[in-house]
């Protein structure tokens, strides 16, 4: 079981990832529009855009699932439910949440998890 201060270290890490990627967000939005915004002069120009565009898209989908992720552990904090796995209800491992702080399984069952989606 983690301490108060684990939780209140892995709810500071998590509260500042949240912050890092809502400015991430909000800065790659606002280069999509200007992007949609210029005159592309040829087939060069706009391959490259949209190609860029598309990364971009990516990464904001990336980034908007993690944010998800984020929300979820900060609320299973509230509710006393951070770091306990969601498929056994056994705790994860500290050095697991060290590497993922916003992870729902433990190794065994993110595992099983992974084989069911795929």
Known sequence: MLT???LE???NELLDRRVQIEKNLAGTTLELNEMRGLELNDDGDYAAASAETMVDSAILEQQRKELAEIDLALDKI???TYGICEMCEEPIGR???EV???ARFCITCREINEKEQN
């Open 4 to 6: 108060q201060k684990e």
């Open 78 to 80: 509230k509710n006393g």
């Open 9 to 11: 270290m892995f709810q």
């Open 95 to 97: 050095a697991r949440l």
């Open 100 to 102: 993922k702080n916003f």
